[in-house]
C-alpha cells in the first residue's frame, strides 16, 4: 500500500492488474528471492523482505482470494500457480474445481465470503489460512472479524490516485502493532487484529 | 494518521476539530509531555514519542497553517498558543496581525501559499520552518515540492471514515524513508522529500 493509501494505480484491467504505475507499489517484491521462487523464477535478493514474504507463504494450509484477483491473475499465474495450495475463490459465478501443478487447486465457492472462509479453513486444519486479496475481500474479512492477523507492506510512495485498500464506511477499530520491520524499499507492519479493544 | 488514511473524523467543526471518533487518532499525543508543555500544562509522560513531538517544535522560526485549521483552534489555543513562534496563516480574509503570549504571533496571509511560505520563511532566517496543517495545506505544501520533510504519525487504528490526509489526484511520486520510531501508540514515519527520484 502506498502512503496514500492505495494498493493498484488507475485504470487497472485484466491486462494490467497493477494500474498505470502499479509497479511503483509493487516492485520491492519482484526481485526478492522467496517471490521468486514461488513464481518458479530463478535468483533474487535475500534479506528481510524476502524472509516477510517467505514466512507470509510458510505452513500454508490454504488461501482465499476474490473473484476479481482471480480474474486478473488466472492467465499470469498459469499452469504453476505460486500458491502452492488449495485456493477458494470467492465469486457468483458457478466452475468446476481444477487441479493445477505445484500443489495449487482452484475451488469456485458461490455462497459467499464465509462460507469460502469455512471451507479454506476446514482444508488448512491445523496449518494457515492466507487471505492474497483483493481490497474488497480483505476489507470484508476485517469487517467480519475473521482475520486474526493483517500485514500491511507500505510503501513510501505518494501514488496519488487509484485503487484504495480502505475506503468503506465503517465503525471505527482499534488495532495493535505486532511487529513492524524498516527496509529502503517497504516497511512491513504486522497488526495483530485478535488483541484489539474495539 | 489512522491506518485507512484519515486525519480526522467525520463531523469535524470548530466545536469538535477532531472530528467523531478522533481522539482515536490524536489522544497519544495528548498525554506526552513535551505537547502538555507547549500548552501551558504540567505533567506528561517522556518518551521516544515526547522525542519526537519536542523535536518538532524545537528551533521553529516560523509555522504556516491553513484557515482551517486556524478557524478551528483560534479559541482552543487561547492567550498563549501552543505554537511560540509567528505564524502564517493562508486565508482569503484580510486580518490585522495579533500578537499573543510565548512568542506566538498570527499574520494572516491573503496572497496565497506561496507567499505565506515566502514570509514565513523570510522570518525564519536560519530556523526551521513548520507547516502544522490542516491537510489541505500540507497537500498543497508537498504538491509544491517546497517541503523538505514529511513526518507521518500512524497510529493503528482503522476509523472507517472521516478528513484523509491524502486524497488529490496527482502525478506519483517516491518518497524516501528517513526514520522511522515504533511505539505501542504510533509509528513515527519521516520522509526526506528532498532526495526523491520523482
Same mark, same amino acid.
Given at each position: 500500500?502506498?502512503?496514500?493509501?492505495?494498493?493498484?494505480?488507475?485504470?487497472?484491467?485484466? /491486462?494490467?492488474?497493477?494500474?498505470?504505475?502499479?509497479?511503483?507499489?509493487?516492485?520491492? &517484491?519482484?526481485?526478492?528471492?522467496?517471490?521468486?521462487?514461488?513464481?518458479?523464477?530463478?535468483?533474487?535478493?535475500?534479506?528481510?523482505?524476502?524472509?516477510?514474504?517467505?514466512?507470509?507463504?510458510?505452513?500454508?494450509?490454504? &488461501?482465499?482470494?476474490?473473484?476479481?484477483?482471480? /480474474?486478473?491473475?488466472?492467465?499470469?499465474?498459469?499452469?504453476?500457480?505460486?500458491?502452492?495450495?488449495?485456493?477458494?475463490?470467492?465469486?457468483?459465478?458457478?466452475?468446476?474445481?481444477?487441479?493445477?501443478?505445484?500443489? $495449487?487447486?482452484? $475451488?469456485?465457492?458461490?455462497?459467499?465470503?464465509?462460507? #469460502?472462509?469455512?471451507?479454506? #479453513?476446514?482444508?488448512?486444519?491445523?496449518?494457515?489460512?492466507?487471505?492474497?486479496?483483493?481490497?474488497?475481500?480483505?476489507?470484508?474479512?476485517? #469487517?467480519? /472479524?475473521?482475520?486474526?492477523?493483517?500485514?500491511?507492506?507500505?510503501?513510501?510512495?505518494?501514488?496519488?490516485?487509484?485503487?484504495?485498500?480502505?475506503? $468503506?464506511?465503517?465503525?471505527?477499530?482499534?488495532?495493535?502493532?505486532?511487529?513492524?520491520?524498516?527496509?529502503?524499499?517497504? $516497511?512491513?507492519?504486522?497488526?495483530?487484529?485478535?488483541?484489539?479493544?474495539?
Amino acid at each position: 500500500m502506498s502512503l496514500d493509501g492505495y494498493i493498484a494505480g488507475v485504470n487497472d484491467s485484466i /491486462d494490467r492488474p497493477i494500474g498505470d504505475n502499479g509497479e511503483l507499489l509493487h516492485r520491492w &517484491v519482484y526481485e526478492l528471492k522467496s517471490w521468486r521462487k514461488a513464481h518458479g523464477l530463478e535468483g533474487g535478493a535475500s534479506g528481510p523482505s524476502s524472509d516477510v514474504i517467505a514466512e507470509s507463504m510458510d505452513d500454508v494450509g490454504a &488461501v482465499v482470494l476474490g473473484r476479481r484477483m482471480f /480474474d486478473f491473475g488466472e492467465t499470469y499465474w498459469g499452469d504453476e500457480p505460486p500458491f502452492h495450495a488449495p485456493v477458494f475463490v470467492v465469486t457468483n459465478r458457478p466452475r468446476a474445481s481444477e487441479t493445477k501443478q505445484g500443489g $495449487t487447486s482452484y $475451488t469456485f465457492v458461490t455462497d459467499g465470503l464465509e462460507a #469460502a472462509l469455512d471451507a479454506a #479453513a476446514e482444508t488448512a486444519g491445523e496449518q494457515r489460512l492466507h487471505v492474497a486479496g483483493g481490497a474488497d475481500i480483505i476489507r470484508q474479512c476485517i #469487517a467480519s /472479524d475473521r482475520l486474526d492477523e493483517l500485514q500491511i507492506h507500505l510503501v513510501p510512495v505518494l501514488l496519488g490516485g487509484g485503487k484504495r485498500l480502505f475506503e $468503506t464506511s465503517h465503525p471505527p477499530r482499534h488495532l495493535k502493532v505486532d511487529r513492524l520491520i524498516e527496509t529502503p524499499d517497504v $516497511t512491513h507492519i504486522r497488526y495483530d487484529l485478535r488483541s484489539n479493544d474495539k
